[in-house]
């Protein structure tokens, strides 16, 4: 009987099974795959863009600087507990000085928004590297112990199906290693392209509010020097030189 005869016999396997076969290091990658989904779904939570710049915050603020300036402006900011919030409170720490002073606060509060943005992300750069290894590792034992299995038993002698049999098994760690990595991959690439357009909408807000109230007319807000970030380039202003 061959092994195609005895799969078709058998039936396809269920991921419960599949599982199952593939041997104790099955565990750290199901614990990968479980992690993954976790970080995904906190990240997808906060990565809103509502949440970060909300609808209808910039025009609050500009109405509370012209109607009571600062104070009620910073009221606010406080009441809103937005990431676009919290930088614009930091430069209105800082109103009144010179606008290097209140563009470095909103630059360097910007860039904590933005590595507070990124947390977690590079957990999913890690387990991308080492699922497929931990999937390596168990078909490498699987395949010592089917040949373990072979040369131990007289009976085995000649008996193709056993040894293919615990190949294909040991195989199934190196399957679910890479069924892990890849959607991990993509879910980084994807949610770091979020904090992209995040961090440009955060570098508009704080020029737009450096050019209102922090300069004199005919100035124009200092951009700083551009810094990447992985694959990454960040916007000026509030997003230079920010990393997770």
Request: include cysteine; aromatic fraction near 4%.
């Amino acid at each position: 009987m061959t092994i195609s005869h005895m799969l078709a016999q058998s039936g396809t396997p269920s991921v419960f099974e599949l599982a199952t076969k593939g041997g104790i290091m099955m565990i750290p990658i199901v614990l990968c795959s479980l992690v993954v989904v976790a970080v995904v779904l906190e990240r997808l939570a906060v990565l809103r863009k509502p949440r970060v710049v909300p609808p209808g915050f910039e025009n609050k603020l500009h109405a509370a600087m012209q109607s009571g300036g600062p104070p009620e402006a910073k009221e606010v900011c406080k009441k809103d507990q937005s990431p676009a919030a919290r930088v614009i409170a930091a430069g209105l720490d800082k109103l009144g000085h010179a606008h290097e002073i209140v563009e470095k606060h909103l630059t360097a509060q910007g860039e904590h928004e933005l590595f507070l943005l990124r947390k977690r992300l590079r957990m999913l750069t890690v387990i991308a590297a080492i699922a497929p290894l931990l999937g390596l590792t168990g078909t490498i034992f699987g395949m010592i112990r089917a040949f373990q299995t072979v040369a131990t038993s007289g009976e085995s002698l000649g008996k193709a199906e056993l040894l293919a049999g615990g190949i294909y098994e040991a195989m199934i760690t190196t399957a679910a290693g890479l069924l892990v990595a890849i959607p991990t991959i993509i879910f980084y690439h994807w949610l770091t392209s979020r904090v992209d357009v995040i961090a440009r909408d955060l570098d508009r807000v704080a020029v737009d509010f450096v050019e209102r109230y922090v300069l004199e007319p005919g100035q124009h807000p200092r951009h700083l020097p551009s810094h990447s970030n992985g694959s990454a380039t960040r916007a000026p202003a509030v997003a230079a030189g920010a990393e997770a």
